[in-house]
């Protein structure tokens, strides 16, 4: 059974940093791409950053310039790095992998920027 599990939320100031991580369990097949979402309260899910196995990514227009997503050195690992965070980062975080005919998703890890 594949699982995806994200790690490294928490609460920091603005302007602060966290680092995200996302690991599968449960597949010897690596994902064709993973991708980063996040959903605040009263909100649809946001698309954010996305990686694939060559290592092409893209970035969302509302984090571009802040946030960098990367592959980790395991297989079916990421990273998203978020620097110079604001309040309205605020969401539950949410890590997403595909590959044909599978999407998976993981639970989330909220992070929280305030003062």
């Known amino acids: 059974q594949v699982q995806l599990v994200e790690s490294g939320g928490g609460t920091v100031q603005p302007g602060g940093s966290l680092r995200l991580s996302c690991a599968a369990s449960?597949?010897?097949?690596?994902?064709?791409?993973m991708a980063w979402y996040r959903q605040s309260p009263g909100k649809q899910r946001e698309f954010i950053a996305r990686v694939t196995i060559g290592g092409y990514t893209n970035v969302a227009d509302s984090v571009k310039g802040r946030f960098t997503i990367s592959e980790g050195d395991a297989r079916n690992t990421m990273y998203l790095q978020m620097n110079s965070l604001k309040p309205e980062d605020t969401a539950v975080y949410y890590c997403n992998a595909e590959r044909v005919q599978e999407e998976y998703w993981g639970q989330g890890t909220q992070v929280t920027v305030s003062s």
């Open positions: 449960g597949t010897d097949f690596a994902f064709s791409a």
